[in-house]
């Protein structure tokens, strides 16, 4: 690495430093280009992309599919808002629906606006449906969650940075731990409207919830008569090796909301699915976005659905995550003490004693893998699920080499 590269890679951060607020703490990597799993910096160097941008790059940086579909919509239209139709909705929508074996779509943009928009659905399916009093609708959500960062959304989580000093919270929501299912049956009651769940929590650390508690969740939703509103914004779309995560456990919920990768990595493209029943609630006026349904989102989008439709991603997810399973589960003992992984997504504890997270994080970018650290000591590893074997294979050893490297810089 030359000194004038180096200097390249410097004064970006630092203009970002000076002009992009500090709402992140990025490591010391620019990314200039990437292609697949891979991305190069401004100096040249090529990492492994073992994040993902959180799962919204599953199909991997620019596939060739999602780039033609957007560059042939970027020739014709992009953006007529939803005052009229466009050509692209129907065929977006329709396939979508499919794919979830729900009714209908309602399109959004970002992950948040999904979950925003599900509970706003929830609410008014609770009131015009369900028949719950004006304005006495509850929401039961889970500990350790993450929906999103709006207002409503930091209300009902249980992270401290994530909440704290953005109150008046919005009210309507009833937090109970995370995979105890008695716990959620005693929150439900006849104003519930909707319990709000990740099948698996990926920012607190890919948590797996234990057997049997999403089936319970359903059940009690059946009896209480509330929706099962499943959050697969990063689970979902083949990540776990299913279309959605909901299906490892057998359940079918009311609503799916999905993001992340629904814009393929390369814009924002979120949406709410679920039936007839459900959506239907929204009348014109009630409910919208300028920007959701477009038609470039929907050309990406429709191609996103098109690629799942194959199955193939969802099968490299599932053969690609117990191959990289089977390597992390060796490091037990030897600096990690814990693995939980569903698909090509797994959180791995380091630890802690060895350092932090984001200590393992930034030697493991001098050694050519991006990952990111979710809480204290716990990596997630989600690379695009279209990362070879042996790239996988590398990536971990990379794992065991930095963790040697910390526990030998711990004990010196
Ligand atoms: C990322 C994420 C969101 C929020 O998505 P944004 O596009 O960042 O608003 C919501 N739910 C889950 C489970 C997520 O992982």
Same mark, same amino acid.
């Given at each position: 690495?030359?000194?004038?590269?180096?200097?390249?890679?410097?004064?970006?951060?630092?203009?970002?430093?000076?002009?992009?607020?500090?709402?992140?703490?990025?490591?010391?990597?620019?990314?200039?280009?990437?292609?697949?799993?891979? =991305?190069?910096?401004?100096?040249?160097?090529?990492?492994?992309?073992?994040?993902? @941008? !959180?799962?919204?790059?599953?199909?991997?940086?620019?596939?060739?599919?999602?780039?033609?579909?957007?560059?042939? /919509?970027?020739?014709?239209?992009?953006?007529?808002?939803?005052?009229?139709?466009?050509?692209?909705?129907?065929?977006?929508?329709?396939?979508?629906?499919?794919?979830?074996?729900?009714?209908?779509?309602?399109?959004?943009?970002?992950?948040?606006?999904?979950?925003?928009?599900?509970?706003?659905?929830?609410?008014?399916?609770?009131?015009? =449906?369900?028949?719950?009093?004006?304005?006495?609708?509850?929401?039961?959500?889970?500990?350790?969650?993450?929906?999103?960062?709006?207002?409503?959304?930091?209300?009902?989580?249980?992270? +401290?940075?994530?909440?704290?000093?953005? %109150?008046? !919270?919005?009210?309507?929501?009833?937090?109970?731990?995370?995979?105890?299912?008695?716990?959620?049956?005693? @929150? #439900?009651?006849?104003?519930?409207?909707?319990?709000?769940?990740?099948?698996?929590?990926?920012?607190?650390?890919?948590?797996?919830?234990?057997?049997?508690?999403? /089936?319970?969740?359903?059940?009690?939703?059946?009896?209480?008569?509330? &929706?099962?509103?499943?959050?697969? *914004?990063?689970?979902?779309?083949?990540?776990?090796?299913?279309?959605?995560?909901?299906?490892?456990?057998?359940?079918?919920?009311?609503? !799916?909301?999905?993001?992340?990768?629904?814009?393929?990595? #390369?814009?924002?493209?979120?949406?709410?699915?679920?039936?007839?029943?459900?959506?239907?609630?929204?009348?014109?006026?009630?409910?919208?976005?300028?920007?959701?349904?477009? +038609?470039?989102?929907?050309?990406?989008?429709?191609?996103?659905?098109?690629?799942?439709?194959?199955? !193939?991603? /969802?099968?490299?997810?599932?053969?690609? %995550? @117990?191959?990289?399973?089977?390597?992390?589960? @060796?490091?037990?003992?030897?600096?990690?003490?814990?693995?939980?992984?569903?698909?090509?997504?797994?959180?791995?504890? #380091?630890?802690?004693?060895?350092?932090?997270?984001?200590?393992?994080?930034?030697?493991?970018?001098?050694?050519?893998?991006?990952?990111?650290?979710?809480?204290?000591?716990? #990596?997630?590893?989600? +690379?695009?699920?279209?990362?070879?074997?042996?790239?996988?294979?590398?990536?971990?050893? /990379? &794992?065991?080499? *930095?963790?040697?490297?910390?526990?030998?810089?711990?004990?010196?």
């Amino acid at each position: 690495m030359t000194a004038a590269r180096e200097a390249r890679s410097a004064e970006h951060i630092a203009l970002a430093d000076a002009h992009a607020a500090h709402n992140y703490s990025p490591l010391p990597v620019v990314v200039a280009e990437a292609e697949g799993a891979w =991305v190069t910096d401004v100096e040249g160097r090529r990492y492994l992309d073992c994040l993902a @941008a !959180y799962s919204a790059v599953n199909f991997g940086h620019r596939h060739p599919e999602l780039v033609a579909a957007a560059k042939a /919509q970027l020739d014709r239209v992009t953006l007529v808002s939803r005052a009229f139709h466009s050509d692209r909705l129907a065929p977006f929508v329709t396939e979508l629906a499919a794919l979830a074996g729900k009714d209908k779509v309602l399109p959004m943009n970002t992950g948040a606006e999904a979950v925003e928009s599900g509970i706003k659905v929830a609410r008014k399916w609770a009131y015009e =449906v369900k028949g719950v009093p004006q304005d006495a609708a509850n929401v039961v959500v889970a500990g350790g969650n993450f929906h999103g960062r709006t207002i409503s959304i930091v209300s009902f989580s249980d992270d +401290p940075a994530a909440r704290t000093g953005f %109150g008046p !919270y919005t009210p309507g929501f009833r937090r109970v731990p995370y995979g105890d299912a008695a716990a959620l049956g005693a @929150a #439900i009651d006849a104003d519930t409207a909707a319990v709000l769940l990740e099948p698996v929590q990926g920012e607190a650390g890919v948590v797996i919830p234990p057997a049997g508690y999403l /089936q319970a969740a359903r059940a009690l939703c059946d009896r209480a008569g509330a &929706l099962l509103v499943a959050d697969e *914004v990063q689970s979902g779309l083949a990540r776990t090796g299913r279309t959605f995560a909901c299906q490892h456990f057998g359940v079918v919920p009311d609503v !799916y909301l999905l993001g992340k990768a629904l814009g393929g990595g #390369i814009l924002p493209v979120s949406a709410v699915v679920a039936d007839d029943e459900v959506l239907n609630v929204l009348h014109p006026g009630e409910h919208g976005s300028t920007f959701g349904g477009n +038609p470039l989102a929907s050309a990406v989008g429709l191609a996103v659905v098109r690629l799942l439709a194959t199955g !193939y991603y /969802q099968e490299r997810a599932a053969a690609l %995550g @117990a191959r990289m399973r089977e390597r992390l589960d @060796a490091l037990v003992g030897h600096g990690v003490v814990g693995v939980r992984s569903l698909g090509l997504w797994a959180g791995v504890d #380091i630890d802690p004693r060895l350092g932090t997270g984001k200590e393992v994080c930034l030697r493991l970018a001098e050694r050519g893998v991006l990952a990111k650290d979710t809480h204290g000591s716990t #990596i997630r590893l989600a +690379p695009p699920l279209v990362v070879e074997p042996h790239e996988l294979d590398w990536a971990v050893e /990379q &794992l065991r080499v *930095v963790i040697d490297e910390v526990g030998r810089a711990r004990a010196s």
